[in-house]
Nanobody, 126 residues
Framework: QVLLRESGGGLVQAGDSLRLSCAASGRTFSSKHMGWFRQAPGKERDFVAGISWSSGRTAYSDLVKGRFTISRDNAKNTVYLQMDRMIPEDTAIYYC???????????????????WGQGTQVTVSS
């Protein structure tokens, strides 16, 4: 089992930046990709960004491309999501997730991520 713990959420104003962290523990050797998802009230949980532990390959939703940056620190088993030029539509609970698929493509669907963190609230005021 892979245990995930997010941190760094909060309340910011439009245009501000925020950095989320996700620390992985447990059977981290089984984790191949890490993803960030978000879920706004009444909406589905959507893919935001993903990264491969080994290659550092990244993938982004079109909604955040150019504003958000995902990175990882393999030594710390930690993944980060740097969010810049935030807009009110970024308001959601943000979840990190771990995928064990060995496919080189970064999964973008929730069903391919068996391990999830508890989520952290991000609110962007206008």
């Amino acid at each position: 089992q892979v245990l995930l713990r997010e941190s760094g959420g909060g309340l910011v104003q439009a245009g501000d930046s925020l950095r989320l962290s996700c620390a992985a523990s447990g059977r981290t050797f089984s984790s191949k990709h890490m993803g960030w998802f978000r879920q706004a009230p009444g909406k589905e949980r959507d893919f935001v960004a993903g990264i491969s532990w080994s290659s550092g390959r990244t993938a982004y939703s079109d909604l955040v491309k150019g504003r958000f940056t995902i990175s990882r620190d393999n030594a710390k088993n930690t993944v980060y999501l740097q969010m810049d030029r935030m807009i009110p539509e970024d308001t959601a609970i943000y979840y990190c997730a771990s995928a064990i698929s060995t496919d080189i493509r970064i999964p973008t669907t929730t069903s391919l991520y068996p391990y999830w963190g508890q989520g952290t609230q991000v609110t962007v005021s206008s």
